[in-house]
């Protein structure tokens, strides 16, 4: 819901697709600096701490941002959207501690034969919020204000709280181990780097969301291209994951433990294919249906990106592990989204889309070549 508020705000101060893409680098820019760090303290600390600070450092800045509609109004009059980004690099510091304290803590729960199901549940929770957050925070603002609609996210992230508070403290098995720091993440690299078949799907992931995401540049879209407004924007934003969630539920069912690598390459290619019909179509249920199936295609990805990371992983190193995958995977949505925006600027709005379809399905061609692990993949024998 907070992404899609401050994406409209910055939309409406300057009406500039560069403007938008400058978000994602804001906060993708603090991420990749803390995650490495943040997954040497997910090794070592109480996972469950980390989230509960984490998450409390991200409702205060949530709350300067309704402040900045309220009392703090002068502040975004004065210097415009450079406030605004200011919140947003700190949001990207919780966040690179928030993503491996979770990746982590989330095997502490279950056994090792139920993490399939597990991480496709938890994928399926997310894309359930993910289909809410943008819907409520488009409609919010279209039918209610922007005060509102971030007061609504100040409460949701302070119920979050509130529920890591209910988790049973799990801390993380000691080790003997006195490595450094640097020793650590270097031990993190190595494995990610030193496992083709988890080198290959992060990489896939990495380049798809850099090149194929337009969800960056949906407010100039809505506005522009299909003319529906607020409400329309909010649905446009929810789309993706209206579908994943779809897609989420089939997975739960289906896993696709057979023949996974396949089908993840597909799955991939798919997703760019649906970013180009999005781009030039002109009709807004269309474009509606081609951003749902976009996010259903991408939920297969996610998933069994996820169930790889997690079968492959050894539990003292998830926390490192993890924060690599954030700094491919995570601070990749936001360096797409900043991608999205210099293209816009440089190739006009539609052709840039365009191009990162073909991008997206230009690297599926190139990692199903150089990765034939990847490609006889099947999830069944890794557990």
């Known amino acids: 819901m907070q992404y899609t508020i401050v994406g409209w705000q910055i939309k409406e101060l300057t009406n500039?697709?560069?403007?938008?893409?400058?978000?994602?680098?804001?906060?993708?820019?603090?991420?990749?600096?803390?995650?490495?760090?943040?997954?040497?303290?997910?090794?070592?600390?109480?996972?469950k701490k980390i989230l509960l600070y984490s998450t409390t450092f991200f409702a205060a800045s949530t709350v300067l941002l309704f402040w900045f509609t309220q009392g703090g109004s002068f502040i975004i009059k004065q210097y415009g959207a450079?406030?605004?980004?200011?919140?947003?690099?700190?949001?990207?510091?919780?966040?690179?501690f928030i993503g491996p304290s979770y990746f982590a803590l989330l095997p502490q729960l279950v056994t090792r034969e139920q993490i399939p199901n597990a991480a496709t549940w938890s994928s399926t929770v997310f894309h359930i919020c993910s289909v809410l957050g943008p819907a409520s925070g488009g409609l919010l603002l279209g039918f209610a204000d922007m005060s509102t609609a971030y007061g609504t996210s100040i409460l949701l992230i302070s119920l979050s709280v509130l529920f890591i508070l209910l988790i049973k403290n799990r801390p993380v098995q000691k080790t003997e181990s006195k490595e450094s720091f640097t020793s650590n993440l270097s031990a993190g690299i190595r494995f990610v780097t030193g496992n083709q078949i988890v080198l290959s799907a992060l990489s896939l992931d990495l380049f798809a969301v850099l090149f194929g995401g337009a969800t960056a540049l949906l407010p100039i879209f809505a506005t522009d291209i299909l003319q529906v407004g607020e409400q329309g924007f909010g649905f446009l934003r929810a789309a993706p994951a209206f579908g994943a969630v779809i897609m989420a539920g089939v997975l739960a069912y289906y896993p696709p433990k057979k023949r996974a690598g396949i089908t993840l390459l597909w799955s991939v290619a798919l997703f760019g294919v649906c970013t180009i019909l999005f781009a030039v179509s002109k009709n807004f249920y269309l474009s509606l249906i081609l951003l749902a199936l976009s996010g259903a295609f991408d939920n297969v990805s996610v998933v069994v990106r996820h169930v790889i990371l997690q079968l492959s992983t050894p539990d003292n190193m998830r926390g490192r592990v993890a924060a690599v995958n954030g700094v491919f995977i995570g601070s990749s949505n936001e360096i797409g989204a900043f991608e999205s925006g210099v293209a816009a600027k440089l190739m006009g709005l539609i052709p840039s889309v365009v191009f990162g379809g073909c991008m997206t399905i230009g690297i599926v061609g190139l990692v199903a070549k150089i990765s034939p692990k990847l490609r006889k993949m099947n999830l069944h024998t890794m557990q």
């Open 82 to 96: 450079i406030p605004i980004y200011l919140v947003i690099f700190f949001t990207g510091i919780a966040r690179g």
């Open 16 to 47: 500039d697709p560069l403007s938008l893409g400058l978000i994602g680098l804001a906060e993708a820019i603090p991420f990749i600096c803390i995650a490495p760090f943040a997954g040497h303290i997910a090794d070592i600390f109480d996972r």
